[in-house]
């Protein structure tokens, strides 16, 4: 099982990135990242709006290389909050039901356009705080790098 992550804007030397990386580097499969970045000056729905096409065209340039679309699951502070130990039987339920890929979506500062929630198969919260998007990053895949632990026995957790 593939995993990527498409996020709005481009995540720059420091903290947030070494955080990310760090958690990347120990996930097995590593964890793609793709990101977009709109460049025009708009504000507030229509940037969402555009951000959000940018989100979903470069998943659709991704669905050519395989033969099942993947599993979409938008991070939202309004989505589905799971504890970790859900989220990892979540993990196993996608490795066990041979998803070829599960691609995570982030978006920029003010959220995820309508269009990319109604697309995904979950939409995740984080919790009930507000995250700053370029941290999410780092947040998501120590969840993912914590879901492969638990699944291989490691005593993080019990599920």
């Known amino acids: 099982m593939r ?9 720059k030397a420091g903290p947030a990135r070494d955080l990310f990386e760090d958690y990347r580097g120990r996930l097995r499969p590593t964890l793609e990242l793709v990101e977009v970045e709109e460049r025009r000056p708009l504000g507030g729905p229509e940037l969402m709006r555009r951000e959000g096409e940018l989100l979903l065209d470069a998943l659709r340039r991704r669905q050519g290389k395989a033969a099942r679309p993947p599993v979409l699951v938008a991070l939202d502070e309004r989505g589905e909050a799971l504890d970790t130990s859900s989220f990892a039987r979540r ?17 920029g500062a003010d959220g995820l356009a309508p269009e990319v929630k109604a697309a995904a198969d979950l939409n995740l919260s984080l919790g009930p705080m507000t995250w700053p998007h370029l941290l999410v990053r780092g947040l998501l895949a120590e969840q993912l790098y914590r879901a492969q632990q ?8 019990r599920i």
Not at 91 to 107: C, K, L, P, T
Not at 150 to 157: F, N, Q, R, V
């Open 3 to 11: 995993l990527l992550l498409i996020a709005v804007g481009r995540l």
């Open 91 to 107: 993990y196993a339920a996608w490795r066990d039901r041979a998803a070829e890929e599960v691609a995570f979506m982030i978006g």
């Open 150 to 157: 638990i699944l291989a026995g490691h005593p993080y957790h």
